[in-house]
């Protein structure tokens, strides 16, 4: 959700997650663990003052420093990237609290400023940490522990933001239409290559990211997400995967595949 003051704009998740507080802050400050539900590869130091950085494969490393505020309930990650070209200092707060031994965590990504510019960029974050938390969730309450295997394409493509992303959720068997009338937690039917497959409904944002999660396939979880930039665009198909057998692996090869093909088909 995106919340607006007289200081700027700010990104704020709230998510309850049924896993001991310090697992969790485990899984948001280390680095190993850190790419188990977030990038495709971690590295650095999760102790305060350390250096962590993470990408996705294909642009570079995107480095944070961590700050400790306090152990275990508060820890802060900044963002001075943009600095040297005349931007602001972002700031990524974990706030985490003990709910009847599972934990609530409150996600604030502080510093942009009230202009314009900010707006395709503040919503494509807004929805990428709905589903990133998602991912969290189903990483500490299905697979804790596990390394996470990540079968995906980003293959770039033509066409508007509300075509590109019917045919993607069409790609898997999903209907647009009805998609937007289904919330988030609600059973879903995808197509897993040429098989229907029963699903959960993790996230759905128009337009910009679709993520459900297959019980039957080791409870795998799959991500689409839309980066638009002028005519051209990216896109992203992600299959998060813990342990998976071969016969898992390769029917989320053979959907990754299948949903690319739609694609190119258009």
Partial sequence: ????????????????????????????????????????????????????EVTWGDEGWWGTTL??????????????????????VLYMDYHLESDRG???????????????????????????????????????????????????????????RPEIYAALVRA????????????????????VGNEPVDAVLEAAVDGRTFAARVPSLEQSLLFLEIEKAGDEAKVGVWWSSYGPSAATAGRLAESRDAIVTALEAR
């Fill in 102 to 160: 599972a934990t609530v965590l409150r996600f604030v990504h502080s510093g942009f400023g009230p202009e314009d510019r900010w707006d395709d960029f503040l919503d494509a974050l807004d929805a990428g940490w709905s589903y990133f938390f998602r991912n969290l969730k189903v990483y500490l309450e299905h697979h804790p522990g596990t390394p996470r295997t990540m079968i995906h394409a980003r293959p770039g493509t033509r066409g508007s």
């Fill in 1 to 52: 959700m995106i919340e607006s003051n007289d200081e700027g704009r700010t990104i704020e998740v709230t998510i309850r997650i049924e896993a001991d507080p310090r697992r969790v802050w485990t899984a948001l400050i280390h680095p190993e663990e850190i790419e188990r539900w977030f990038p495709l590869h971690a590295r650095g130091e999760g102790r305060d003052g350390g250096r962590v």
């Fill in 172 to 191: 898997v068997g999903i209907d647009p239409d009805a998609l937007r009338e289904t919330a988030v937690g609600a059973p879903v039917t995808l197509r």
């Fill in 67 to 88: 700050s400790i505020v306090n152990d275990g309930t508060h820890a802060r990650f900044v963002d001075e990237a943009a600095v040297e070209h005349g931007g602001p």
